[in-house]
T-cell receptor, first 111, second 114 residues
Framework: QKEVEQDPGPLSVPEGAIVSLNCTYS??????FMWYRQYSRKGPELLMY????GNKEDGRFTAQVDKSSKYISLFIRDSQPSDSATYLC???????????FGSGTRLSIRP | DGGITQSPKYLFRKEGQNVTLSCEQN?????MYWYRQDPGQGLRLIYY???????QKGDIAEGYSVSREKKESFPLTVTSAQKNPTAFYLC?????????????FGSGTQLSVL
């Protein structure tokens, strides 16, 4: 079993839809949960950062963590064509030797 | 503006040739990383350095080498021993060594084999 699993997509939705992107992980010691957004042929950039379980909202983006089921989600409301990108989840703990990234979900928002 | 600069953007390697990818940061970050990304796959760690003159192998270090002689520079050499080098290479840095630190990425180098 991979330590972090993420559906690669591609996921295509119409503009204005609510998007749900998900990851599962196996290491119960993970405490920090990050989502990176990567536009085509660019480096990833940090989009959301949460600690422990619960929700965190930032504009149209909401990150949700359920540590009991080892499941993390990123919701995008009122999706825009500019949200078309690959989204990588990265759960970790501070004492880990490295960050393990999910394989990324490619998202396309149709105008 | 502070950031990470990778060069070149595109690089072509002939068989048996070593090539070096440049990574420079002016963020005054201690830690630097090299990742490899293949189409439809996530980021795989090649090498990382937490301090000048020290670096550690990541998950796929075979066929690669690095140096960290200066805090701001972390070049990656793809040697002829790397038989499948075609990929998108990303350099990153973070303020500290902890893995919960935010990573700052460069814009990447696409390496292809002639």
């Amino acid at each position: 079993q991979k330590e972090v699993e993420q559906d690669p997509g591609p996921l295509s939705v119409p503009e204005g839809a609510i998007v749900s992107l998900n990851c599962t992980y196996s290491n119960s010691a993970f405490q920090y949960f990050m989502w990176y957004r990567q536009y085509s042929r660019k480096g990833p950039e940090l989009l959301m950062y949460t600690y422990s379980s619960g929700n965190k909202e930032d504009g149209r983006f909401t990150a949700q963590v359920d540590k009991s089921s080892k499941y993390i989600s990123l919701f995008i409301r009122d999706s825009q064509p500019s949200d078309s990108a690959t989204y990588l989840c990265a759960p970790t703990r501070s004492s880990a030797s490295k960050i393990i990234f999910g394989s990324g979900t490619r998202l396309s928002i149709r105008p | 503006d502070g950031g990470i600069t990778q060069s070149p953007k595109y690089l072509f390697r002939k068989e048996g040739q070593n090539v070096t990818l440049s990574c420079e940061q002016n963020l005054n970050h201690d830690a630097m990383y090299w990742y490899r990304q293949d189409p439809g796959q996530g980021l795989r760690l090649i090498y990382y350095s937490q301090i000048v003159n020290d670096f550690q192998k990541g998950d796929i270090a075979e066929g690669y080498s690095v140096s960290r002689e200066k805090k701001e520079s972390f070049p990656l050499t793809v040697t002829s021993a790397q038989k499948n080098p075609t990929a998108f290479y990303l350099c990153a840095s973070s303020r500290g060594q902890a893995t919960n630190e935010k990573l700052f990425f460069g814009s990447g180098t696409q390496l292809s084999v002639l």
